[in-house]
């Protein structure tokens, strides 16, 4: 199985704040990554998929970046209904692994 | 607009199956584009892909390997709809297990609302 180790496990931040999420794969996945939010209680919400391409209606404050091995979650300027956990997932082959997840939290 | 509803019992006791249906709304389970995913959540797991079915002139399954030898994803065309059976279920099992539609490869982009379920005598 491909693994994918998310960075950092949980990150203090506030308002306004620009934050940078990791995820590492294991091996290659070339474009193969996507980016969900979980908040309790709710289904994860896809932020991004094939590493860079912003889901409809998601914000543009949100933005993904990476190929290969290494990628990004960058939200520019953090609002209060940002703060959640996020998973990265790699799609590039079965089964489909998520990360441990970042819990991004009000500072 | 695609909606999946979930059902299914929120208690089992070990060593049974566990079975869960989604029902489609708004695209079909037999598309040649999409597949339907089963995912899981727990606090010891975090999330975890459990498995999926899909139709490409047959149908296909994919599963997790810490659960294919207990597995069953199926699809139901009559009721446009799939199930997951899981037996010989242990506590390890317990989680609120997700139906989700990955549209196109990958894009896990509509979700069930959830069914917490708990594995316990």
């Not at chain 1, 203090?12 to 934050?19: E, I, P, Q």
């Not at chain 1, 999420?21 to 289904?43: D, E, H, M, Y």
């Not at chain 2, 089992?12 to 029902?23: A, G, H, N, R």
Request: a positive charge; hydrophobic letters at 30%.
């Amino acid at each position: 199985d491909i693994q994918t180790t998310q960075s950092p496990s949980s990150l203090s931040a506030s308002v306004g704040d620009r934050v940078t999420l990791t995820c590492r794969a294991s091996q290659n996945i070339r474009s193969n990554l996507s980016w969900f939010q979980v908040k309790p209680g709710r289904a994860p919400k896809l932020l991004v998929y094939a590493a860079s391409s912003l889901q409809s209606g998601v914000p543009s404050r949100f933005s993904g970046s990476g190929s290969g091995t290494d990628f990004t979650l960058t939200i520019s300027s953090l609002q209060p209904e940002d703060f959640a956990t996020y998973f990265c997932q790699q799609t590039y082959n079965t089964p489909f692994t998520f990360g441990q997840g970042t819990k991004l939290e009000i500072k | 607009q695609v909606q999946l509803q979930q059902s299914g019992p929120g208690l089992v006791k070990p060593s049974q199956t566990l079975s869960l249906t989604c029902v489609i709304a708004g695209d079909s389970v037999s598309s040649n584009s999409a597949a339907w995913n089963w995912v899981r959540q727990s606090p010891s797991r975090g999330l975890e892909w459990v498995g999926r079915t899909y139709y490409r002139s047959k149908w296909y399954n994919n599963y997790a390997v810490s659960v294919e030898s207990r597995i069953t994803i199926k699809p139901d065309t009559s009721n446009n709809q799939f199930s997951l059976q899981l037996n010989s279920v242990t506590p390890e099992d317990t989680a609120v297990y997700y139906c989700a539609r990955e549209s196109v490869v990958g894009k896990l982009d509509y979700w069930g609302q959830g069914t917490l379920v708990t594995v316990s005598s």
